[in-house]
């Protein structure tokens, strides 16, 4: 049996020999080098499933390793060794297209994971199959979910934290679970979890598990999120919902990649890649300082943003079949022309969530299972102002606060018709999420 192969760039000897030790130990040959010039020659010279390298090196970074290896599209994955608590070169090599990185003093058990799963990903360079799965899942030919699918395949790769913005309703948690399966970590558990849905005194309980008898009720032992994705994913949908004190642990147990359980007396090593979620505006918050910059840019390493539905409106038809086929109506006669015409002009606030809704309620509707455009039952979409312009202002009215008046009627209808989704109100009056916000409270509108 052929042994796989790992290349390790270091031009400290007794960092180079703790590293073939120990990679040697899991049956990879290793192959040294003490420079990038070195590094480059190993290169040309033989194949390899991985590479390991210092981010220092005599001559060069190792970001110029990374940059040359992504350059000539080796598929090789490319792990870091960076300085312990630089979050900066960590985050800026896993920009440059390195899959991971761990910090020195090197810690051999996450070293193990991070070799572990890079085998994993070399053992899965082709992924035709996979790409049609994601097509067959991820509904629609438009560019901008081209765009998506290609850049999924990539995120796979990478065991880089991926912050995925969008509206409520997008569709953030399947591109979530679509970068999970795509990846080496597909065996491994994917675990979704709301952090609005946690009530904040149980939170550290909940994401990092607890002795029995830790606190009030604590009979059993739990082992937490983070155990729980263990070799896998941890998806944390709406983040921004965390307060400020599960912030800070939060980031000390992505930076650490290791957790104290409440009750321990220390940190357990943990192995879990980490996907984000909201549809509020992170950056916004950071500046308000509601939520933790260096968390912030600890997430959003790599952004990836899912588009509204009324900006790919060609993919509404296939995804209404899709969706119709999923519920259980005859996909090729159910929808009519002229329903599907409506659908089309209908702006989704609530996106391919309200769209399934709609479906769902048409047929339940419909007679003859046959979707008319009265079964589909859409909100009327109004305008901020009726047609023609409001009605002009009562004699004696000063004009200011019959602008006023004027503004806050546009406001709320626009709430009205998103259900209360300040962002999707926003973009529907064409303004920006912060100059909403500014109105509302200068409108006093709660």
């Not at 192959?31 to 090196?57: K, N």
């Not at 309980?205 to 983070?226: D, I, Q, V």
């Not at 933790?292 to 079949?321: F, G, H, K």
């Not at 312009?389 to 018709?417: M, N, S």
Request: glycine share 8%; with cysteine; charged share 25%.
């Amino acid at each position: 049996m052929t042994w796989p192969a790992a290349l390790v760039v270091d031009d400290e000897p007794d960092i180079r020999e703790l590293l073939r030790l120990t990679l040697e130990r899991m049956d990879i040959q290793v192959i040294t080098a003490a420079s990038l010039a070195e590094a480059r020659e190993r290169l040309a010279e033989g194949t390899f499933a991985f590479c390991l390298t210092d981010m220092r090196l005599p001559d060069g970074s190792g970001l110029d390793l990374v940059r040359s290896i992504q350059q000539r599209e080796l598929e090789l994955p490319v792990a870091v060794i960076t300085a312990y608590g630089n979050v900066e070169s960590a985050v800026e090599s896993l920009k440059a297209g390195a899959f991971d990185f761990v910090s020195k003093p090197v810690d051999l058990q996450v070293l193990r994971n991070l070799v572990q799963t890079a085998l994993r990903l070399a053992a899965t360079r082709s992924y035709p199959q996979r790409d049609r799965r994601t097509r067959d899942r991820l509904i629609g030919d438009s560019p901008p979910m081209q765009a998506i699918r290609a850049t999924i395949a990539k995120l796979a790769r990478s065991q880089a934290p991926v912050y995925i913005s969008g509206e409520s309703g997008t569709g953030k948690e399947l591109v979530a679970r679509l970068i999970h399966e795509k990846g080496p970590r597909a065996d491994g558990p994917f675990v979704p979890v709301n952090c609005g849905a946690i009530p904040s005194e149980l939170m550290e309980s909940e994401f990092f598990g607890h002795r029995k008898g830790s606190f009030t009720g604590a009979t059993n032992a739990g082992e937490g999120l983070f155990r729980a994705a263990d070799g896998g994913t941890l998806f944390l949908d709406e983040v921004g919902e965390l307060p400020l004190p599960m912030q800070v642990k939060l980031l000390r147990a992505i930076q650490e990649r290791a957790i104290r359980p409440v009750g321990a007396s220390g940190e357990e090593p943990v192995d879990v890649r980490i996907l984000s979620a909201t549809h509020k505006d992170l950056a916004a918050m950071v500046r308000e300082g509601t939520f933790r910059q260096d968390l912030y840019y600890r997430l959003n390493v790599i952004e990836l943003q899912v588009p509204p539905l009324r900006e790919r409106r060609e993919d509404i038809p296939p995804l209404a079949r899709h969706l119709l086929h999923r519920l259980g109506g005859d996909a090729a006669s159910a929808l009519s022309e002229a329903a599907l015409a409506a659908l089309t002009r209908y702006p989704f606030p609530g996106n391919v969530r309200e769209l399934e809704n709609i479906l769902e309620r048409a047929l339940a509707l419909c007679e003859g299972g046959r979707i008319l455009p009265e079964d589909l039952r859409l909100p009327s979409v109004q305008p901020p102002l009726a047609e023609g312009g409001p009605a002009g202002p009562e004699p004696g009215t000063p004009l200011e606060d019959y602008l006023l008046q004027v503004e806050r009627q546009a406001i709320q209808q626009a709430l009205e018709h998103t259900r209360y989704n300040k962002t999707a109100a926003a973009r529907l009056l064409g303004i920006s999420f912060r100059a909403l916000r500014y109105r509302l409270k200068k409108l006093h509108i709660e």
